[in-house]
T-cell receptor, first 114, second 114 residues
């Protein structure tokens, strides 16, 4: 069974600085997708960024980028120029190629200090 | 394009009762997945429906069931409610292609069992 682990229950960052959230996963599949979702206090899950396992290039979306290390099964999220609106729970998620079942990590609560 | 909608948003039920939650996917999306979110267990996959057929099922007891209608709207039912069923239930929809990786989440239904 696939598992996703987020070892940092809470992280704090100063506004305008950079923070990295960690995620490791375990799978025997070779073709899969990885995601970072943001869940603000409103509870609406928002997709932040995705990475296809077959792509070697790390995904980037504006201030958000990932460091995907397939051999190490590591998938970290870097948030640059942190903003107050980035404060939320962040979930790392895994999905194998067939089907739409997401396996989530336990989440990291990110606090942004003004 | 309207997002994923879930009704009701909040629900209070008594142990032993049953409950039905509804999810309307984004127009054109044929895959609907359900997740349970609790502080103790985190986000767990319940089941996925695609074209009115259950395609994947998580590790939940038979008290949890679902269905999908021809218009892709989905319902999930929980019978004989237990206190531990108190949770945020999230619905997510995906586009028509099986395996499409983009899942869009609804705002959730907060179920409280007393």
């Amino acid at each position: 069974a696939q598992t996703v682990t987020q070892s940092q229950p809470e992280m704090s960052v100063q506004e305008a600085e950079t923070v990295t959230l960690s995620c490791t996963y375990d799978t025997s599949e070779s073709d899969y997708y990885l995601f970072w979702y943001k869940q603000p206090p409103s509870r609406q899950m928002i997709l932040v960024i995705r990475q296809e396992a077959y792509k070697q290039q790390n995904a980037t979306e504006n201030r958000f980028s990932v460091n995907f290390q397939k051999a190490a099964k590591s998938f970290s999220l870097k948030i640059s120029d942190s903003q107050l609106g980035d404060a939320a729970m962040y979930f790392c998620a895994y999905r194998y190629n067939a089907g739409n079942m997401l396996t989530f990590g336990g989440g990291t609560r990110l606090m942004v200090k003004p | 394009k309207a997002g994923v909608t879930q009704t009701p948003r909040y629900l209070i039920k008594t142990r032993g009762q049953q409950v039905t939650l509804s999810c309307s996917p984004i127009s054109g999306h044929r895959s609907v997945s359900w997740y349970q979110q609790t502080p103790g267990q985190g986000l767990q996959f319940l089941f996925e429906y695609f074209s009115e057929t259950q395609r994947n099922k998580g590790n939940f007891p038979g008290r949890f069931s679902g269905r999908q209608f021809s218009n892709s709207r989905s319902e999930m039912n929980v019978s004989t409610l237990e206190l531990g069923d108190s949770a945020l239930y999230l619905c997510a929809s995906s586009a028509t292609n099986p395996g499409s990786y983009e899942q869009y989440f609804g705002p959730g239904t907060r179920l409280t069992v007393t």
